[in-house]
T-cell receptor, first 115, second 113 residues
Framework: ETGVTQTPRHLVMGMTNKKSLKCEQHLGHNAMYWYKQSAKKPLELMFVYSLEERVENNSVPSRFSPECPNSSHLFLHLHTLQPEDSALYLC??????????????FGSGTRLTVV | TQLLEQSPQFLSIQEGENLTVYCNSSSVFSSLQWYRQEPGEGPVLLVTVVTGGEVKKLKRLTFQFGDARKDSSLHITAAQPGDTGLYLCAGGPLRNAGNMLTFGGGTRLMVKP
């Protein structure tokens, strides 16, 4: 039990589908993050939320739309994706946005395949 | 832009061997973290080092932060198959500028029985 739960673990979707990834943390953390992990590439930061406010959008295409309804939940809404969007999508949380020394707690990820 | 270079990118060794992986940057970091990611899972924090020259030990793993806080190393003694995974280093920015962790590209370790 990592404290950060992601669902679904695996997702296969067509390029015209709409789906959502869910992340939930029970650690009382105030900051949450979406990362994309592709083969042979470093972790790519996508979005950052602090106290439910988006504080960073790292030049991510509009076909990815985040939502943070409260400090415990984070969603990533997907629509009209491309095959190159296939990757492991990781959610992470931290105590607070400006406190990095305690590290991030990651979920197990959603393995997304776009066909 | 702060960049972290990890080396080697891939490492395959036999059980019982020792190994060292490196994390280097031209930038100074306020702290340096090491994570291990097993197949099908997210990264898990192993250690955080915050002081230049600091050495921390976690069982068979020894972590060192460079004196200038620009680099770090991870040494594993008598590696075991359970050590297999992707090892990621991550740097915390100096004076919290930008406030995000910067991740390296990772070292993929395979320990064969």
């Amino acid at each position: 039990e990592t404290g950060v739960t992601q669902t679904p673990r695996h997702l296969v979707m067509g390029m015209t589908n709409k789906k959502s990834l869910k992340c939930e943390q029970h650690l009382g953390h105030n900051a949450m993050y979406w990362y994309k992990q592709s083969a042979k590439k470093p972790l790519e930061l996508m979005f950052v939320y602090s106290l439910e406010e988006r504080v960073e959008n790292n030049s991510v295409p509009s076909r990815f739309s985040p939502e943070c309804p409260n400090s415990s939940h984070l969603f990533l809404h997907l629509h009209t994706l491309q095959p190159e969007d296939s990757a492991l999508y990781l959610c992470a949380s931290s105590q607070a946005l400006y406190v990095v020394d305690y590290g991030y707690t990651f979920g197990s990820g959603t393995r997304l395949t776009v066909v | 832009t702060q960049l972290l270079e990890q080396s080697p990118q891939f490492l395959s060794i036999q059980e019982g061997e020792n190994l060292t992986v490196y994390c280097n940057s031209s930038s100074v970091f306020s702290s340096l973290q090491w994570y291990r990611q097993e197949p099908g899972e997210g990264p898990v924090l192993l250690v955080t080092v915050v002081t230049g020259g600091e050495v921390k030990k976690l069982k068979r793993l020894t972590f060192q932060f460079g004196d200038a806080r620009k680099d770090s190393s991870l040494h594993i003694t008598a590696a075991q198959p359970g050590d297999t995974g992707l090892y990621l280093c991550a740097g915390g920015p100096l004076r919290n500028a930008g406030n995000m962790l910067t991740f390296g590209g990772g070292t993929r370790l395979m320990v064969k029985p």
